[in-house]
């Protein structure tokens, strides 16, 4: 049996691997220079940005160093929220004073009193709901008009920071999504002008679109520029996740020798995500002791498992958009060249900017430093190696 998160339950044992889903405890592996880095910083009060390609494991190390961080020290509040699902500014501010309001020690009771207490004049609306155990903060409809209630609203986790007399920790996910607020540069520019006043305050920023981050980040006429350290994520390295995959055999009475976890990682290219999935298909194949085939035979099942998806990707793509993937995955660089428009059939070089737009809106690529461009999943690099040869 499979759940949609990809936890796996066979012959009524959980499998020890997972994917698509945070991974912590016995899921979680190495990241120790970056737990402590990060550590270090939310104890310092120092901002940070985390910026890594899709599912390398950003979500599961915030969330291992916050876990971390409470247990050590009493004196700090961490708080979460994920933007994931904030699609305007008025959904942001909601779901900030949330958050800001209601750490992982909170009671319902506490969460209450602190709506009052921080909020009441506002009349917010909580809303419980009983199948998913979970409760909605929500605002008037003139909430939004006035604009005072939004800068307390913004100074609230030092207000709650002082008046607790400990140090707040804001976690936000999804973080690139405020590009897509209305008059996002002037969302940003108030964001930053009141945070950056918050002396009792660490805000960790992170998310899934590295290129948005880079821009919001990086680029010198952002209002988050220079807001932090920035973080870029390595990979979890090849070492570590034959000690992993061979210490979960382990753990349910199976055998991989570290030839074979080695190349499973190496299959996939040592990406966090795809790891677990590859170990946890080989896991399944393997009754007591596995071996070679069985790795190459999971391999091959989990490309032809993935295939369904990645042909409806391209399906939905242009000819032009496929082209422009597979002279990415050829390793060109001058797209506008007279030899590559030609060898790739791209149309003219005025046609490269909207490729490249397309395809980065689809998620399908990457812009690394340099601006060179990559395909993001590295599965679907391989499988577009394989089916267009
Ligand atoms: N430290 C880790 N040890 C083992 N597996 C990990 C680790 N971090 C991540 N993973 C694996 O990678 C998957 C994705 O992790 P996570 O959601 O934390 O990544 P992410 O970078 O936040 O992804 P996204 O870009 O989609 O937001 C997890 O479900 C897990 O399978
Ligand atoms: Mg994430």
Redesign the pocket.
Known sequence: MINFVGNLIFNGMKAPF??????NNE?????EMESKHLLQNFRALVNTTII?P????????VNKVADQLEKKYKDIIVCKLDLFNCRTAEQFYSAFSKAALQSSKTTLEEFMANVRRYLGRFAPTITFSDSTQSYELSFGVDFKDRSLSLDEILDLPQKLATDSKKQVVMCIDEFQNIKGYDEPLAFQKKLRSHWQHHSKVCYCLYG?KRHMLMDIFTNYSMPFYKFGDIMFLQK?QREDWIK?IAGRFKSTGKQISDELCGEIAGLMKCH??YT?QLSQQVWLRTEKVCNKKIVEESFAALINQLSLLFTTIIDALTPKQINFLLAIVAGETNFSSKEVLKKYDLGTSANIKNLRKATLEKDLIDILPGNKLEIQDPVFECWLMKEYK
Do not use: P
């Open positions: 997972i994917y698509g889903k945070i991974a899921d979680f592996t190495d990241r890594a899709r599912r390398w494991g950003k979500t599961s190390l899934s979890i992993f966090s995500y677990q």
